[in-house]
């Protein structure tokens, strides 16, 4: 089995800093990419970012300049580190993991949600 579990959100004043963790474990070959997105309360689900295997990293336009993604050479611990917070970044966040796991089989892994609340 594949758990992805994520951490530290908290509720924060306007420009404060936040720093993300999404930890997967289990039945797990390879990662392929670590995927974040947040969904506040009455809108849609929205992808954040996303660091792939080979390192590479891509942000929502809003997010640019402020949140910023690392990790782990397997990507099993990836970290977002959110700064200058504004209220429009409130929601709850999720980590999701694309994992070819040890049995050979393709899998989209999510984990249970972190919530961020930004005050103004």
């Known amino acids: 089995q594949v758990q992805v579990v994520e951490s530290g959100g908290d509720l924060v004043q306007a420009g404060g800093s936040l720093r993300l963790s999404c930890e997967a474990s289990g039945s797990i070959f390879s990662i392929n990419s670590i995927a974040w997105y947040r969904h506040a309360s009455g809108k849609q689900n929205e992808w954040v970012a996303t660091?792939?295997?080979?390192?590479?990293?891509d942000y929502l336009d809003s997010a640019k300049g402020r949140f910023s993604l690392s990790g782990d050479n397997a990507l099993n611990t990836v970290y977002l580190q959110m700064n200058n917070l504004n209220p429009e970044d409130t929601a709850v966040y999720y980590c999701?993991?694309?994992?070819?796991?040890?049995?050979?089989?393709?899998?989209?892994?999510w984990g249970q949600g972190t919530l961020v609340t930004v005050s103004p």
């Open positions: 999701r993991a694309d994992i070819v796991a040890t049995w050979g089989g393709s899998l989209e892994v």
């Open positions: 660091i792939s295997s080979g390192g590479t990293t």
